[in-house]
């Protein structure tokens, strides 16, 4: 079976959605995976504003007449491009977050691809809500970005330079794990980048001593040296110092970087699989994450 066997693109109508589905396409093929386009109707209200209601007999009615209009419209402007790629269509009703985590566990998806903002009506629930909840609660690794309408055409997608953010935390050997397998799919090259907090340089006016500053970068360095030999990854290490996301995002813009990698952290804690800084990144990455 493949490595990512199936492949799950909620959509809205909207340019990043496009965008999304061209990447989950193009690694569909690569992958000879199973592919399913989803859209999800929301509750009627959250559609459809008194007078419209006013039209219809029951809730019922409105959601299915919604239904077929959406079925319509992944008919006419959602065919694929890959016509090697098993594709199903797919457009459910409900709570949009829910839909997808459910569909996503009930069906062993392997990999999530979607958008960080929807479109017209469903934009409020995208990214606020939808992308940060499937982000929360999915086991599944998401594919996202804040840019994805700018996605290449299909034949100019290419992953030749990735780059893999770890915090040297639990989750980090299953980061790199997944990173470095993506890598030496599409023969790219791998980067591999931790972030120190710029309180190494100064605090509150106060300059420490730059040995100190040498020997935690050191320190880092062979934490990340000793992941990639238990994890049988290469890669060039680069250690940065300063705001997370900012540094993050100036390495993959200076780097042309293709693809960041990022982890989500642990289940415990009120931010649950989510940590705050991986919000900041998906808005300032000049290039689609894969959060695993």
């Not at 193009?26 to 007078?51: G, I, Q, R, Y």
């Not at 997808?100 to 960080?116: G, N, P, S």
């Not at 960041?260 to 290039?287: D, Q």
Request: hydrophobic letters at 40%; a negative charge.
């Amino acid at each position: 079976m493949a490595w990512l066997s199936r492949i799950l693109a909620p959509v809205a109508f909207s340019p990043g959605c496009r965008g999304a589905a061209q990447y989950a396409e193009t690694l569909a093929s690569h992958f000879h995976s199973e592919l399913t386009l989803l859209h999800v109707v929301p509750p009627p209200m959250n559609v459809f504003s008194s007078p419209e209601a006013a039209a219809y007999s029951t809730a019922l009615d409105m959601t299915e007449e919604r239904l077929e209009q959406c079925r319509a419209e992944l008919d006419r402007n959602w065919a694929s491009e890959c016509p090697d790629v098993p594709l199903t269509e797919e457009v459910m009703a409900g709570d949009p977050a829910r839909i997808i985590v459910d569909y996503a566990r009930a069906h062993q998806v392997d990999l999530i691809v979607m958008a960080t903002h929807g479109y017209g009506t469903l934009r409020r629930f995208v990214m606020g809500s939808v992308t940060g909840a499937v982000l929360h609660d999915t086991g599944c690794p998401i594919w996202t970005g804040a840019h994805l309408e700018k996605a290449p055409n299909y034949d100019k997608i290419g992953f030749r330079r990735i780059l893999c953010a770890i915090d040297l935390a639990r989750e980090s050997r299953t980061v790199l794990e997944w990173a470095g397998r993506f890598a030496r799919e599409f023969g790219a090259e791998l980067a591999i980048v931790h972030v120190l907090p710029h309180s190494l340089v100064e605090t509150g006016g106060i300059y420490f001593d730059p040995a100190w500053r040498q020997d935690a970068i050191a320190e880092a360095r062979q934490e990340i040296c000793q992941l990639q030999r238990e994890t049988g990854t290469e890669g060039e290490i680069l250690i940065e110092i300063g705001e997370t996301a900012a540094a993050i995002s100036d390495v993959a813009e200076t780097r042309g970087i293709d693809l960041v990698v990022i982890g989500r952290g642990e289940t415990s804690g009120l931010l649950g699989r989510l940590r705050s800084k991986a919000y900041p990144i998906l808005r300032e990455s000049p290039c689609p994450v894969a959060a695993v």
